[in-house]
């Protein structure tokens, strides 16, 4: 099955910095990618995704870029400020949406020092 | 529009004792999951469901299963609890294949 490996495990920037969080999938029949966001006790929120035709994707401060050849996709945060605070998963799957189902890594958790 | 519903909220049971850890969605989505997650690790799928009727095993499905009566419905059913199931789980879905999961608040589960 599908293995996804996240690092860091935990980052810590300054606030206005940028953040990077890479992730590597095993499956090179996956073809979608969420990250999402948990703050603590809170759910699992979507902030981005990307399928695989698609090399990079930005929303605002928020991008994603995928590399297909080598199998691994990024999330980058720039600007960073307090609220971006929280333990960020990426996720892999087959099917466009995650039909069956989703692979997440174990997470980092970001730390945004003011 | 309440999106996906989980309770409860916090439950402790004794090893052997059974539950229904119960999910409903409001917004008519056909496919339906639930994931558990440990301390410091990412989610675990454990069954999932396309649609009323049909549930397929996930990752880690042993010491648990699941029925989809209805599309709104999709219940985790725990026979024997044992600790290894203390856990958050969370339930969310999705319209069709090609739409993002959301998720519920989760369950949190301790097992004594």
């Known amino acids: 099955g599908e293995n996804v490996e996240q690092h860091p495990s935990t980052l810590s920037v300054q606030e206005g910095d940028s953040a990077v969080i890479k992730c590597t999938y095993s499956d090179s029949a996956s073809n979608y990618f969420p990250w999402y966001k948990q703050e603590l006790g809170k759910r699992p929120q979507l902030i981005i995704d990307i399928r695989s035709n698609v090399g990079e994707k930005k929303d605002q401060r928020i991008a994603v870029t995928l590399n297909k050849t080598a199998k691994h996709f990024s999330l980058h945060i720039t600007e960073t400020q307090p609220e971006d605070s929280a333990v960020y998963f990426c996720a892999a799957s087959r099917s466009g949406g995650g039909a069956d189902g989703l692979t997440f890594g174990k997470g980092t958790h970001l730390i945004i020092q003011p | 529009n309440a999106g996906v519903t989980q309770t409860p909220k916090f439950r402790i049971l004794k090893i052997g004792q059974s539950m229904t850890l119960q999910c409903t969605q409001d917004m008519n989505h056909n496919y339906m999951y639930w994931y558990r997650q440990d301390p410091g690790m990412g989610l675990k799928l454990i069954y999932y469901?396309?649609?009323?009727?049909?549930?397929d095993k996930g990752e880690v499905p042993n010491g648990y299963n699941v029925s989809r009566s209805t599309t709104e419905d999709f219940p985790l059913r725990l026979e024997l609890a044992a600790p290894s199931q203390t856990s958050v789980y969370f339930c969310a879905s999705s319209l069709n294949s090609n739409q993002p999961q959301h998720f519920g608040d989760g369950t949190r589960l301790s097992i004594l």
């Open positions: 469901s396309v649609g009323a009727g049909i549930t």
